[in-house]
């Protein structure tokens, strides 16, 4: 069975760094894209970061110089460092995996098949 479980969150000033983790189980997925997304109370699950087998990577405008994905393949882990964190940025952070290995980096939901249950993320101001 596959897992995704995230790790990592937590209530931290604005301004402030937090370090996310998301360590795959059942399945490999160094070959295959994976992502974190993030939704806010009322709002829908937004693309923040996504990276790939090269490992290329694609940021959201708003986290943009902020943030940064990175991915151990011996550890089947992949991570986002988010820095200079702003109230903003309060919300559960997912992180999410496509099924096909060498598949592209996609910046909707809808094509990440597997995810992880998510972590919260408060920024206080």
């Known amino acids: 069975q596959v897992q995704l479980v995230e790790s990592g969150g937590g209530l931290v000033q604005a301004g402030g760094s937090l370090r996310l983790s998301c360590a795959a189980s059942?399945?490999?997925?160094?070959?295959?894209?994976m992502g974190w997304f993030r939704q806010a109370p009322g709002k829908e699950r937004d693309f923040v970061a996504a990276i790939n087998w090269t490992p290329g990577r694609v940021y959201a405008d708003s986290v943009k110089g902020r943030f940064t994905i990175s991915r151990d393949n011996s550890k089947n882990t992949v991570y986002l460092q988010m820095g200079s964190l702003k109230p903003e940025d309060t919300a559960v952070y997912y992180c999410?995996?496509?099924?096909?290995?060498?598949?592209?980096?996609?910046?909707?939901?809808?094509?990440?098949?597997?995810w992880g249950q998510g972590t919260q993320v408060t920024v206080s101001s």
């Open positions: 999410a995996a496509r099924a096909s290995p060498f598949s592209p980096i996609q910046l909707s939901a809808r094509e990440y098949a597997y």
């Open positions: 059942g399945r490999t997925f160094n070959n295959a894209a």
